[in-house]
């Protein structure tokens, strides 16, 4: 089974619309981390946010939020006010477990921004 | 600050070839991970390191890759004979690390690109 879901390849939003990226997750294990990462056409990989496990509320950074539904196994990304510099490929990951530090990464949704 | 340092950025090489690839971590951390992306595998990782210890390497494809880090500030990756499917985008990425309840994000580097031919 996959770890981690994303179910959009492609997104579509005009510029200053709020958009909101897929993601789910699968484990067992209580303690896990959640990541947000943007990379863009020159390829560099960009944190973006981030949700622990136990983190009572969701997470956010300027535009970017976390919407963290813990039942339900989903952490999806919300862009508000979207800017024709958002238009890149998406990617969630995860970080499964106390002793670790390795992340298992989505297979990533690209969204385009357009006027 | 300069972020983590890759090199070379492109890699072009003939099947059979050895192939080393370069890094420096962002000064102070603990932490330094190898990653591979390829349309077909999406971002899977390789290896990573603690304080130039490996830690995991079961993502490692075969015995034809090996990394190491002989210093702090210093990490190679290398591919020994090289074959075509090795082709793909290698990043190096660095954190504070800290397992568990950590929020530290993994800074990555630019990547190097690999053809082999």
């Known amino acids: 089974a996959q770890k981690i879901t994303q179910t959009q390849p492609g997104m579509f939003v005009q510029e200053k619309e709020a958009v909101t990226l897929d993601c789910t997750y699968d484990?067992?294990?209580?303690?896990?981390?959640l990541f947000w990462y943007k990379q863009p056409s020159s390829g560099e990989m960009i944190f973006l946010i981030y949700?622990?496990?136990?983190?009572?509320q969701n997470a956010t950074e300027g535009r970017y939020s976390l919407n963290f539904q813990k039942a339900r196994k989903s952490a999806n990304l919300v862009i508000s006010a979207s800017q024709l510099g958002d238009s890149a490929m998406y990617f969630c990951?995860?970080?499964?477990?106390?002793?670790?530090?390795?992340?298992?990464f989505g297979t990533g949704t690209r969204l385009q921004v357009f006027p | 600050d300069a972020g983590v340092i890759q090199s070379p950025r492109h890699e072009v090489t003939e099947m059979g070839q050895e192939v080393t690839l370069r890094c420096k971590p962002i000064?102070?951390?603990?932490?330094l991970f190898w990653y591979r992306q390829t349309m077909m595998r999406g971002l899977e990782l390789l290896i990573y390191?603690?304080?130039?210890?490996?830690?995991?390497d079961s993502g490692m494809p075969e015995d034809r890759f090996s990394a190491k880090m002989p210093n702090a500030s210093f990490s190679t990756l290398k591919i020994q004979p090289s074959e075509p499917r090795d082709s793909a985008v290698y990043f190096c990425?660095?954190?504070?690390?800290?397992?568990?309840?950590?929020?530290?994000?993994?800074?990555f580097g630019p990547g190097t690109r690999l053809t082999v031919t």
């Open positions: 990425a660095s954190s504070l690390g800290l397992a568990g309840f950590s929020s530290y994000e993994q800074y």
């Open positions: 484990t067992s294990d209580p303690s896990y981390g």
């Open positions: 949700q622990g496990s136990y983190d009572q």
């Open positions: 990951a995860m970080r499964e477990g106390y002793n670790t530090d390795k992340l298992i």
């Open positions: 000064s102070g951390h603990d932490y």
């Open positions: 390191f603690n304080n130039n210890v490996p830690i995991d």
